[in-house]
C-alpha cells in the first residue's frame, strides 16, 4: 500500500545519499551580507563631510572614537537613516520582483507589474495637483502612493477573476497591463491640467531617498518585514509552482491561494517601499535575475539573496546618486537604470559566455 | 483501488464525459484507448482531480472529494504529457518536487525526503544525472525523470497521459517495461491514457475504449482489440495480429478496386 515508505527504510540502511538538493550555500550568504556591511560602511562614511570608517566601526561596536559631535551627528541623523532605508526599499524591491517573476513564470515580471507604480503615481499627482502650492504635507504623498499601489493591485486581481472566477497568470498579467495603462491615462492628463506641479510629480516618480529620516523607516519596516517573511516562507512552495499549476495541484499545493497570499505579500511590500522611495526603476529585475544567473535558479536560493543583494544594490546606488554630481543629487531611479543595465548585460553576457548551467 | 461512479464532465454546454463507470483493482494496469476527442485525457484529468465533475470518485475506497489536498495527493501521481520543465531544473531537484505531499506546506525536505528520492533515482538508473539539467536531457530520459518524480512522491496510483508520445520505439518499450517493472515492485495501480494500440495491447492488463465520452468496451485486450472494434469506433481498417496472447495492431492501407 505505501510502497515508498518500505523502499525508504530499505535505502536509510545504505549509505546515506550523497545528494545536495538546492539551497543557500556559505560562499553565497557570506558573500552577500559583506557586500551588505561594505554599502553600509560606504554610506555613512562617504559625503560632504568626510568621516573615518575606522571610527564609525568604533562606534559602531561601542568603542570609544574621536568623531566629533557634528560627525557623530552627519552620520547618525542623516547618513544612517538614509542608508537603512535604502536597505529597506532595495530589499523589498527585490525580493518583490523576484516572487513576481516566480509566481507568474515571466521573466519580464516586476513589482510594478500588476499596476503598483501606476496607480501610486496616479494618487501622487492628485495629492499634489490638489494641494494649494504643489507641496502636499509630509503624509500626503506616501499615503496617497501607498493606497494608489494596492488599489490598483486589487482591481487587476478582481479583473482577472471576473470572468469565470479562475485566475490565470496570463489573464492576471493581461489585466496588469489594461489596469497600467489606464490609470496612467488618468495621470497624464491630470497632470497636464496641472502643469505648474510636472516638476514634483516627476521628482517623485524617478524616486528619491534624499528626504530619508527615521519617520520612513518607522512607516516602511513593519510592511516590509512582514512581506519578507511571507515571501520566504513560500520559497519552496514558489519552486513547485514553476511546473505550472496543475501539477503542483496533484502534488498536493493549492495553486490559487498559493499565488493570491504571494501576490498579496509582494504587492503589500512594493507599496509600502513606493510610498516612501518613489518609483525606484530595474532593481526588482536587475537584482534577483542577477541572483539566478550566479547561485542557481532555485527559489529558495534567489529569493533569500535577493533580499540580501538588493538591499546592498541600492544603498551603493544611492551612494552613487548623491555623490556623483555633488552637492546636486541624480534620481537615484536613474542611477539604477544607468548602472544597472549595463551591469546586467555584461552579467547575461559572461554567464552565456562560460556557458554556466546555473 | 480507483472507483468512478455515474461520472459526468462537462464544460459549458458540450458534454466530455457522460456517465462513465469504472473501478480498477488494486495492482491493476489499465490503459484508457480512444479515437482524437473521445475524453482520454479528460478522464485521467478527472481521476486526478484537475477537472471537476459531477458523481462520485473514490480512491483507496475514501472518497475523494473528502480527502484533503495532500493526502490526495500521497495516493495518486500524475506524470503528464507535456510537463512544464523550469528553466535550470536540475533532476534531483526536479525529482524532489515529488516530496512535497510529504513536506508541510512552508517546510523544506528532510533525510527522509532524500533518501525517498536517492531511492527513486537508483530504481531508475538515474543516480548519475542527478547533478544534469533536465531541460538538456533526451525525450527517453525526461520521461525516466517524470517518473522518478511520481515514484518519489510515494503514492500507490500512479497516472500516465500519454507516456509514450514523442518517444521512437525503444524508448517507447523501455519506459513501458520499466512502468511495469515498478507496478510489480511497488504494488502500484497504474492508469495511462494510450496513442498506441499495439502498445496498450502489449502492456496493460485491461482495456477500456471510450468513445464520444463513454465507456463503449470494457475488457482484457483481446476483447477490446478487435477489427469489429476498430472498424467501428475509430473509422480504421486495420488486422489483428495476436502474438503470445497478446494483440498487436497492423493498421491497412484502403484498397482500390483496381488494385
Known amino acids: ?358 | 483501488m480507483i472507483g468512478c461512479t455515474g461520472v459526468t464532465v462537462s464544460l459549458g454546454k458540450q458534454v466530455i464525459l457522460n456517465d462513465i463507470s469504472l473501478q480498477v483493482e488494486r495492482g491493476q494496469w489499465l490503459s484508457i484507448v480512444g479515437p482524437n476527442g473521445a475524453g482520454k485525457s479528460t478522464l485521467l484529468r478527472y481521476i486526478a482531480g484537475l477537472v471537476p465533475g459531477s458523481g462520485e470518485l473514490r480512491l483507496d475506497g475514501r472518497p475523494a472529494a473528502a480527502l484533503p489536498r495532500r493526502q490526495r495527493a500521497r495516493l495518486l501521481a500524475l506524470v503528464p504529457q507535456s510537463p512544464i520543465i523550469p528553466e535550470a531544473a536540475r533532476v534531483l531537484d526536479y525529482v524532489l518536487l515529488g516530496r512535497t505531499p510529504h513536506i508541510g506546506p512552508l517546510g523544506v525536505e528532510g533525510p527522509h525526503d532524500l533518501a525517498a528520492v536517492h531511492d527513486a533515482l537508483s530504481h531508475l538508473e538515474l543516480l548519475d544525472f542527478a547533478d544534469r539539467l533536465v531541460g538538456t536531457l533526451s525525450g527517453g530520459e525526461r520521461q525516466r525523470v517524470l517518473i522518478a518524480r511520481a515514484l518519489a512522491q510515494g503514492a500507490p496510483i500512479v497516472l500516465l497521459d500519454e507516456p509514450t508520445t514523442a518517444l521512437d520505439v525503444g524508448h517507447q518499450q523501455q519506459v513501458l517495461e520499466l512502468v511495469d517493472r515498478l507496478r510489480r515492485e511497488h504494488g502500484l495501480t497504474v492508469v495511462t491514457t494510450m496513442h498506441d494500440l499495439t502498445l496498450a495491447g502489449q502492456y496493460a492488463e485491461r482495456l477500456v475504449l471510450i468513445d464520444g465520452g463513454r465507456i463503449v468496451v470494457d475488457g482484457p485486450a483481446t476483447e477490446v482489440l478487435t477489427e469489429e472494434n476498430l472498424a467501428l469506433y475509430y473509422g480504421a481498417r486495420v488486422r489483428i495480429i495476436h502474438d503470445g496472447g497478446r494483440p498487436a495492431v497492423l493498421p491497412l492501407r484502403q484498397r482500390h478496386a483496381k488494385d
Request: proline residues 6%; aromatic residues 6%.
Open chain 1, 1 to 358: 500500500m505505501r510502497p515508498a515508505s518500505r523502499s525508504v527504510a530499505a535505502s536509510q540502511e545504505r549509505s546515506p545519499p550523497a545528494l545536495r538538493p538546492a539551497g543557500l550555500r556559505w560562499p553565497w550568504v557570506l558573500a552577500g551580507l559583506a557586500a551588505l556591511a561594505a554599502a553600509v560602511l560606504a554610506g555613512l562614511v562617504i559625503g560632504p563631510v568626510p568621516v573615518s570608517p575606522i571610527e564609525v566601526l568604533r562606534g559602531i561596536f561601542g568603542l570609544p572614537t574621536d568623531l566629533s559631535a557634528q560627525q557623530i551627528a552627519i552620520v547618525e541623523q542623516i547618513r544612517l537613516p538614509r542608508v537603512v532605508l535604502g536597505l529597506l526599499v532595495g530589499a523589498t524591491l527585490a525580493i518583490s520582483g523576484a516572487s513576481y517573476q516566480g509566481v507568474f513564470r515571466n521573466p519580464l515580471a516586476d513589482p510594478y507589474l500588476l499596476g503598483a507604480a501606476a496607480g501610486a503615481g496616479l494618487g501622487v499627482t492628485i495629492v499634489i495637483a490638489g494641494s494649494a502650492d504643489g507641496s502636499p504635507t509630509p503624509w500626503g504623498a506616501p499615503l496617497a502612493a501607498f493606497v494608489g499601489a494596492l488599489a490598483a493591485v486589487a482591481i487587476t486581481y478582481a479583473l482577472s477573476s471576473s470572468g469565470g472566477g479562475r485566475t490565470s497568470t496570463a489573464s492576471l498579467i493581461l489585466a496588469g497591463v489594461a489596469v497600467t495603462s489606464f490609470l496612467t491615462a488618468l495621470q497624464t492628463y491630470v497632470q497636464q491640467r496641472n502643469q505648474d506641479t510636472i516638476r514634483q510629480v516627476y521628482s517623485w516618480i524617478l524616486g528619491r531617498l534624499s528626504t530619508a529620516g527615521w519617520h520612513e523607516v518607522r512607516v516602511l519596516l513593519p510592511y516590509a518585514v512582514l512581506s519578507w517573511i511571507v515571501l520566504l516562507l513560500h520559497r519552496r512552495t514558489l519552486d513547485v509552482l514553476a511546473v505550472g499549476d496543475d501539477e503542483a495541484t496533484t502534488l498536493g499545493i493549492n495553486a490559487r491561494r498559493a499565488r493570491l497570499i504571494v501576490v498579496i505579500a509582494a504587492s503589500l511590500g512594493t507599496a509600502a517601499a513606493v510610498s516612501v522611495s518613489g518609483l525606484i526603476a530595474f532593481v526588482g529585475i536587475i537584482v534577483p535575475h542577477t541572483v539566478r544567473l550566479l547561485a542557481g535558479h532555485s527559489n529558495r536560493v534567489v529569493l533569500p539573496l535577493s533580499l540580501v543583494f538588493g538591499g546592498a544594490f541600492l544603498c551603493a546606488t544611492d551612494l552613487l546618486a548623491r555623490t556623483l554630481s555633488s552637492p546636486a543629487e541624480i534620481p537615484i531611479g536613474v542611477v539604477t537604470a544607468f548602472f544597472g543595465a549595463p551591469f546586467f548585460v555584461l552579467v547575461l553576457r559572461s554567464s552565456r559566455r562560460l556557458g554556466a548551467s546555473p
